[in-house]
């Protein structure tokens, strides 16, 4: 499978980005999937419910299975975090996984920058940046990137770009 990137400050654009692209690429007939990095304290489950209790009740893995979706979540139970190329082991076969964070993983990414909301370069550790998205006409090198500067609301031409950087079809 290949992996690609999106990252960035908080408050950037991320998620609308990886939404679009993932939306433009599925139509153009890819199979795309996402891991997202979460930094705070998530819970996809409710309180009350079933599958809440049976966590609640100590259980490492709960799979919550239904005709529409099945979820499997895992407590860590003060085990570490896993790193990415652990989690990516745990998705299907698709033509492109579309990481959201991540920032210190070393797949190639977009980071995109909203001059407003974060003026910062990443660290060093944030490499490879290989592009930068933005709706503003900044300078790729100021962040660290000796790669293009792409329009942020240019979903084909960020697409374009992704699909060429990983060497998949460009499929219309």
């Not at 995109?112 to 790729?140: F, H, K, W």
């Amino acid at each position: 499978m290949k992996v690609f990137g999106i990252t960035g400050w908080k408050n950037s654009g991320k998620t609308t980005l990886v939404a679009d692209l993932v939306n433009h690429l599925s139509g153009r007939g890819l199979k795309v999937s996402t891991i997202k990095h979460a930094h705070c304290n998530f819970d996809i489950d409710k309180p009350g419910t079933d599958s809440f209790k049976h966590r609640e009740a100590g259980a490492q893995q709960v799979l919550l299975a239904s005709s529409n979706r099945w979820a499997l979540m895992h407590e860590l139970r003060n085990d570490q975090e896993p790193e990415l190329d652990e989690l990516l082991q745990h998705l299907e076969p698709v033509d492109l996984v579309i990481v959201e964070g991540f920032k210190m993983g070393d797949q190639p990414k977009i980071q995109v920058v909203r001059p407003q909301n974060n003026t910062e370069r990443l660290p060093e550790d944030a490499q490879p940046i290989v592009a930068i998205a933005s709706d503003e006409q900044v300078e790729p090198a100021d962040y660290g990137c000796s790669g293009p500067l792409l329009p942020l609301n240019d979903i084909p031409a960020i697409a374009d770009f992704i699909l060429g950087y990983c060497d998949l079809p460009l499929q219309n």
